[in-house]
């Protein structure tokens, strides 16, 4: 089942800009963590934020978390052409249970 | 790192044809799988889980008997597309639970086209 809603849907922006995606979800979480995917290529995991976190920087990534509002987001700073792809929030709960992925969001970056 | 290694990468197949995908864990056991399904310009979806030794569980909407899940042994979960159409077009990726603190492995994921 989907999680939660990601928005925007799709992004452009111009080298140099930040980028912001927001993420929702509906249940409680163990952790949300947000991957990058190229077109038609395999993910790539970006960072992990546990619930009693709310902030965490890793480069140029920085993710925020609201668990009261059951929001997420994802900002990229001083956004690259290569950083062109869609990104996926997902949260997991405990116990083996699967990362349930949000819609998407797909940024493309101008040069 | 616990690596998942997802066989074929791309396949072209015949309508009415069956298609099999392997995920094998290279360096861990995993005794879970779970496979999702994603159409183009879309998110992950969970199709099933499947389970070491016992039957795979599936998500609502994904037919168990077109979709067939194998997990025979602590390192390989196969996904058999049978009688392919071409609505079964779509990218297939395998993930794993690995240890805990949330960690997750995923294949690199199966490109299917029926024609």
Same mark, same amino acid.
């Given at each position: 089942?989907?999680?939660?809603?990601?928005?925007?849907?799709?992004?452009? /922006?111009?080298?140099?800009?930040?980028?912001?995606?927001? %993420?929702?979800?509906?249940?409680?979480?163990?952790?949300?963590?947000?991957?990058?995917?190229?077109?038609?290529?395999?993910?790539?995991?970006? /960072?992990?934020?546990? +619930?009693?976190?709310?902030?965490?920087? +890793? #480069?140029?990534?920085?993710? =925020?978390?609201?668990? !009261?509002?059951?929001? $997420?987001?994802?900002?990229?700073?001083?956004?690259?052409?290569?950083?062109?792809?869609?990104?996926? %929030?997902?949260?997991? #709960?405990?116990?083996?249970?699967?990362?349930?992925?949000?819609?998407?969001?797909?940024?493309?970056?101008?040069? | 790192?616990?690596?998942?290694?997802?066989?074929? +990468?791309?396949?072209? @197949?015949?309508? #009415?044809?069956?298609?099999? /995908?392997? @995920?094998?864990?290279?360096?861990?056991?995993?005794?879970?799988?779970?496979?999702?399904?994603?159409?183009?310009?879309?998110?992950?979806?969970?199709?099933?889980?499947?389970?070491?030794?016992? &039957?795979?569980?599936?998500?609502?909407?994904?037919? &168990?008997?077109?979709?067939?899940?194998?997990?025979? !042994?602590?390192?390989? $979960?196969?996904?058999?597309? =049978?009688?392919?159409?071409?609505?079964?077009?779509?990218?297939?990726? @395998? !993930?794993?639970?690995?240890? #805990?603190?949330?960690?997750?492995?995923?294949?690199?994921?199966?490109?299917?086209?029926?024609?």
């Amino acid at each position: 089942s989907q999680q939660g809603e990601e928005d925007p849907q799709a992004l452009s /922006i111009q080298e140099g800009e930040n980028a912001t995606m927001n %993420c929702s979800y509906k249940t409680s979480i163990n952790n949300l963590q947000w991957y990058r995917q190229n077109s038609g290529r395999g993910l790539v995991h970006l /960072i992990l934020i546990r +619930s009693n976190e709310r902030e965490k920087h +890793s #480069g140029r990534l920085r993710v =925020t978390l609201d668990t !009261s509002k059951k929001s $997420s987001s994802l900002l990229i700073t001083a956004s690259r052409a290569a950083d062109t792809a869609s990104y996926f %929030c997902a949260t997991d #709960g405990s116990g083996n249970t699967p990362l349930v992925f949000g819609k998407g969001t797909r940024l493309s970056v101008i040069a | 790192g616990a690596v998942v290694s997802q066989h074929p +990468s791309w396949v072209i @197949c015949k309508s #009415g044809t069956s298609v099999k /995908i392997e @995920c094998r864990s290279l360096d861990f056991q995993a005794t879970t799988m779970f496979w999702y399904r994603q159409f183009p310009k879309q998110s992950l979806m969970l199709m099933a889980t499947s389970n070491e030794g016992s &039957k795979a569980t599936y998500e609502q909407g994904v037919e &168990k008997d077109k979709f067939l899940i194998n997990h025979a !042994s602590l390192t390989l $979960s196969t996904l058999t597309v =049978t009688s392919a159409h071409p609505e079964d077009s779509s990218f297939y990726i @395998c !993930s794993a639970r690995v240890g #805990g603190a949330g960690g997750y492995t995923f294949g690199s994921g199966t490109r299917l086209t029926v024609v």
